[in-house]
């Protein structure tokens, strides 16, 4: 099994930034993908950011040039750098690892969210 714990979320103003931290821990041979996914209430949960293991990235058109994903490959963390927020940006964050494991199954894990509010 494998556990995902995330942390870093908060409350913060418009135009203000956040850190979220995400440490896989568990039977890990290796992540292949990590990302960060969010949920707004009423809306469907959308991928934010995503990072490969070899360190290709990819972003929703709504965050690009203001998150940056990046993961530690010897710590299995993941990390979301969240800069200029908007209202918009308010939503519980997941973390999501695709994992190979020791015993060489795979599967999809997700972490518990944090809750990310951009408010005045």
């Known amino acids: 099994q494998v556990q995902l714990v995330e942390s870093g979320g908060g409350l913060v103003q418009p135009g203000g930034s956040l850190r979220l931290s995400c440490a896989a821990s568990?039977?890990?041979?290796?992540?292949?993908?990590m990302g960060w996914y969010r949920q707004a209430p009423g809306k469907q949960r959308e991928l934010v950011a995503a990072i490969a293991n070899g360190g290709t990235t990819n972003y929703a058109d709504s965050v690009t040039g203001r998150f940056t994903i990046s993961r530690d490959n010897g710590e299995n963390t993941v990390y979301l750098e969240m800069n200029s927020l908007k209202p918009e940006d308010t939503a519980v964050y997941y973390c999501n690892a695709y994992v190979t494991m020791k015993d060489w199954r795979r599967d999809n894990y997700w972490g518990q969210g944090t809750q990310v509010t951009v408010s005045s």
């Open positions: 568990g039977s890990i041979f290796v992540i292949n993908n």
